[in-house]
């Protein structure tokens, strides 16, 4: 039988995705030999906490890992890759 979820946790499992999908379309904008190692990484990541019911910790996680993904996209933009 299918598991309904409520609206909140709807909208907190979109905020996820969104956020896998931007981190991957950050991921293409490194150096080749360094891509795969960076997907890899975000889909461990993603995957460690994949079972997560806790709604806080879930935002806090999302929260933190923008700050990560907002410093991996200033220095690949330092570096000049676009």
């Known amino acids: 039988m299918a598991q309904f979820m409520d609206l909140r946790a709807f909208i907190l499992r979109a905020r996820v995705l969104k956020f ?38 879930i935002r806090f996680l999302i929260s933190e890992g923008l700050q990560r993904l907002k410093g991996l996209d200033e220095m690949l933009d330092m570096t000049g890759r676009s």
Not at 25 to 30: D, G, H, K, V
Not at 39 to 44: A, G, N
């Open 20 to 57: 896998y999908r931007q981190a991957l379309r950050i991921t293409r904008r490194a150096p080749e030999h360094t891509r795969d190692e960076l997907r890899q990484t975000v889909r461990v990541e993603i995957e460690k906490n994949r079972h997560c019911d806790d709604k806080a910790k």
